[in-house]
């Protein structure tokens, strides 16, 4: 077997045998993933949201356990990696209101029937009686044959798109992945793609099943403090206005637009469908508070005895969502699970291959993440600014939300068919008598929806794995009602 072969192989039976820890009451080192998961998910803790004390406590307490695994600091003699970050809070009172001639206006709440927010760091941004354009999915997809806005000028109008992908709608296995989500049917495309357009405004109407959650999840995620990254331009080149309006709010724009919202939905998944100007404007002001402030990654290395120069890297966020500004009573979000379970598999992987005889021929690199819940902040900007060459990165392995269930015959691998680690895992997988299967639901994106997802853009081979469905012991059905 090939150095290679060998570093990756280790690497993947290290993070299958945490997978079984969670739940296998014989397994080495339980109690030690067990501790530092209760202590992650206390209350004392807070929630670990970035820029507060929760993670101050976060990573300090990381960093002390890689200290104590017998990690070195990861960058440059430290063991953090500052993030600049932007906190914009959008005034709840916004309205949006929807205006055809001769017509009565349509006025959207802020919460119960729109969330708009501007990602430009900026005091105040607004939409003035822009243009509205149903762009179908909102696609440019050569590779597919698709092109939503063929032809049109989006400048100083807004895009009102549909979530997700023509495949998953139709279930056509010929039609982009299927039923399997495409990066192009996520939500974050649809804005990036709406800039590139050079739209003033883009709106995602919400469907609960083509978007894997309900209104509720929109109205908890994107309204409050919102994080993001501090660029340079201050988000100059993202639209003026992003957002989602409810179904029943889209109902309403395209009747009062004359047009059948359910019969664009379908004209909108063939091949050569137009834009349809729908008439119609909207008017929107966005008045914004801003906070700059940094929140840091955490590094630990465990330097290659033989190519320390090449690196595997273990990622897993450590952030979660904080205290509720909305609930009374216990306003904790404690994130037992997501994610307080991949940084205790990091920490006790990174006390196993500290004491590992042989020691690991290539260098392992124990990378947590931050802001992966703003979107997958902290991962993105270790990817553009890696303290490791990513050149020199043979293999990322990302730990996300590991799944209590227990034991189980199969590992589910996220974007099956995305990844050469793929081979690797089938052989270490083998060694416990495991297979690989494709995710059970892959219409829902988790594959473009973790922070492996930053390095495999730019070509890392990376992987992002789950315990299976197959609970050993269990009925067939026990996993999918437990998730």
Do not use: C
Request: no cysteine; proline share 6%; charged share 20%.
């Amino acid at each position: 077997m090939t150095s290679k072969h060998s570093t990756r192989g280790a690497a993947l039976l290290a993070t299958l045998t945490v997978f079984t820890a969670l739940a296998a009451p014989t397994a080495p080192d339980e109690a030690v993933f067990r501790k530092h998961l209760a202590t992650l998910a206390s209350d004392e803790f807070e929630g670990r949201k970035p820029a507060t004390r929760g993670e101050e406590k976060t990573v300090k307490y990381i960093s002390e356990q890689f200290a104590a695994a017998g990690l070195k600091p990861g960058n440059a003699g430290e063991w953090f990696q500052q993030v600049p970050l932007v906190e914009i809070t959008a005034d709840p009172d916004t309205r949006m209101t929807f205006e055809r001639a001769g017509k009565p206006a349509i006025s959207l709440a802020y919460g119960d029937d729109t969330v708009v927010w501007t990602k430009r760091v900026v005091p105040q941004s607004a939409l003035a009686a822009s243009e509205l354009v149903f762009v179908g999915y909102g696609i440019v997809a050569p590779e597919f044959g698709w092109n939503d806005y063929a032809g049109l000028d989006m400048r100083g109008k807004t895009a009102v798109i549909l979530i997700n992908d023509p495949g998953f709608v139709t279930q056509d296995p010929k039609l982009f992945n299927g039923r399997a989500m495409t990066y192009h049917g996520r939500w974050t495309y649809k804005y990036e793609e709406a800039a590139r357009q050079g739209a003033a405004g883009a709106l995602i109407i919400h469907d609960t099943e083509p978007a894997a959650y309900g209104w509720d999840v929109v109205v908890t995620s994107w309204t409050g403090p919102q994080l993001d990254k501090d660029s340079a331009d201050g988000n100059a080149s993202r639209v003026a206005i992003e957002g989602w309006i409810t179904g029943a709010s889209a109902e309403k724009l395209f009747a009062l637009a004359g047009q059948d919202l359910a019969a664009l939905k379908k004209a909108a998944t063939q091949r050569g469908f137009k834009p349809i100007a729908l008439e119609t404007r909207a008017s929107v002001e966005v008045k914004n508070a801003i906070r700059r402030s940094n929140s840091a990654n955490v590094i630990g290395i465990l330097p290659g005895a033989k190519r320390p120069d090449e690196y595997v890297l273990y990622v897993a966020h450590w952030d979660h969502l904080g205290r509720s500004v909305a609930f009374t009573g216990d306003t904790i979000f404690n994130g037992a699970v997501d994610n307080a379970t991949g940084i205790a598999a990091m920490l006790t992987m990174a006390k196993q291959f500290a004491s590992a005889q042989p020691a690991p021929e290539r260098s392992i690199v124990f990378l947590a993440v931050t802001a992966e819940e703003a979107g997958l902040l902290g991962s993105a900007y270790y990817a553009d600014n890696p303290i490791y060459p990513l050149k020199n990165t043979v293999a990322v392995m990302n730990m996300d939300a590991l799944p209590p269930g227990g034991p189980t015959r199969e590992v589910s691998v996220m974007g099956y068919g995305s990844s050469e680690l793929e081979d690797y895992l089938k052989a270490a997988a083998a060694k416990q008598d495991r297979i690989i299967k494709a995710e059970p639901t892959p219409e829902k994106g988790f594959y473009y929806r973790s922070d492996h997802f930053n390095f495999a853009k730019q070509g890392v081979p990376s992987f992002y794995a789950d315990a299976g469905t197959e609970v050993i012991g269990k009925p067939a059905d026990f996993a999918m009602k437990q998730r």
